[in-house]
C-alpha cells in the first residue's frame, strides 16, 4: 500500500470547497478537520462522543482524552483542539438537536445514534477526496498533513511524536513529506 499523501494548501481548500456543497456538509468538514487540525487517526475520529469534546457547560474542550483502550496500540492520549477547530465544532454541534454525551459526535445518516466504523469512515474519506478530485489521497492525508505542516514550521519531532501519540520518532518521521519550500526556507537561516 502506498504512503499517504500529505495534502497541500491548495488541495484542502479543493476538498472543504467540494464538501461544502455535500449532504452533511458541517459533519464532513469538522470529521475532516479533526485529522487535518489536531492529527487525529480515522478510528479516533469515528470512536468520539459529545461528551468527549463537549465541557459540563456546552462548551467545545480545549483538550480530549482519549483512554488506552481508545487508541492505536493502547496508548492513552491527549489531543489538543486549536481554537479554530473549537470553533468549526462549536459551528458543526450548534447544528445538533439532541446533545446527549452518549451520542456519536459524527453519526452517519442513519440517525444520531449511529457511529461510523473506522472502516466505512475510511472508505469515506478515500470517496471525498476522489470526487472533490484530489487524487492518491487516502483516510490518513489529513493526519499526514497536519504533521507536514507542523515539522515545516519548526516544531520539534520529539512534539510531532507526542502529538501523534508515537512511542517512535521513527514512525513520526515517515509521516513528514519535504518539499521544495520547505527546503528554501531552510537554507535562508544559514
Given at each position: 500500500?502506498?504512503?499517504?499523501?500529505?495534502?497541500?494548501?491548495?488541495?484542502?481548500?479543493?476538498?472543504?470547497?467540494?464538501?461544502?456543497?455535500?449532504?452533511?456538509?458541517?459533519?464532513?468538514?469538522?470529521?475532516?478537520?479533526?485529522?487535518?487540525?489536531?492529527?487525529?487517526?480515522?478510528?479516533?475520529?469515528?470512536?468520539?462522543?459529545?461528551?468527549?469534546?463537549?465541557?459540563?457547560?456546552?462548551?467545545?474542550?480545549?483538550?480530549?482524552?482519549?483512554?488506552?483502550?481508545?487508541?492505536?496500540?493502547?496508548?492513552?492520549?491527549?489531543?489538543?483542539?486549536?481554537?479554530?477547530?473549537?470553533?468549526?465544532?462549536?459551528?458543526?454541534?450548534?447544528?445538533?438537536?439532541?446533545?446527549?454525551?452518549?451520542?456519536?459526535?459524527?453519526?452517519?445518516?442513519?440517525?444520531?445514534?449511529?457511529?461510523?466504523?473506522?472502516?466505512?469512515?475510511?472508505?469515506?474519506?478515500?470517496?471525498?477526496?476522489?470526487?472533490?478530485?484530489?487524487?492518491?489521497?487516502?483516510?490518513?492525508?489529513?493526519?499526514?498533513?497536519?504533521?507536514?505542516?507542523?515539522?515545516?514550521?519548526?516544531?520539534s519531532v520529539f512534539v510531532l511524536a507526542?502529538?501523534?501519540?508515537?512511542?517512535?520518532?521513527?514512525?513520526?518521521?515517515?509521516?513528514?513529506?519535504?518539499?521544495?519550500?520547505?527546503?528554501?526556507?531552510?537554507?535562508?537561516?544559514?
Amino acid at each position: 500500500m502506498a504512503a499517504a499523501k500529505s495534502l497541500t494548501p491548495a488541495e484542502l481548500q479543493t476538498v472543504l470547497t467540494y464538501t461544502a456543497t455535500q449532504p452533511y456538509a458541517q459533519r464532513n468538514r469538522a470529521m475532516l478537520m479533526m485529522t487535518v487540525a489536531a492529527g487525529l487517526r480515522v478510528s479516533e475520529v469515528a470512536g468520539l462522543t459529545l461528551g468527549d469534546v463537549l465541557d459540563s457547560k456546552g462548551a467545545v474542550r480545549s483538550e480530549v482524552f482519549l483512554a488506552a483502550h481508545r487508541v492505536k496500540h493502547q496508548h492513552a492520549r491527549t489531543i489538543f483542539i486549536n481554537s479554530r477547530l473549537q470553533q468549526e465544532l462549536s459551528d458543526y454541534i450548534g447544528t445538533r438537536t439532541n446533545k446527549d454525551p452518549a451520542l456519536p459526535l459524527f453519526p452517519t445518516h442513519r440517525g444520531p445514534r449511529r457511529s461510523f466504523s473506522p472502516n466505512t469512515l475510511a472508505q469515506h474519506f478515500y470517496w471525498l477526496y476522489r470526487k472533490a478530485g484530489v487524487s492518491n489521497a487516502s483516510s490518513h492525508s489529513g493526519r499526514k498533513t497536519f504533521l507536514t505542516s507542523l515539522a515545516s514550521q519548526g516544531v520539534s519531532v520529539f512534539v510531532l511524536a507526542s502529538l501523534a501519540g508515537h512511542k517512535s520518532i521513527s514512525t513520526t518521521q515517515r509521516y513528514v513529506t519535504v518539499n521544495d519550500d520547505v527546503k528554501r526556507r531552510a537554507v535562508e537561516l544559514v
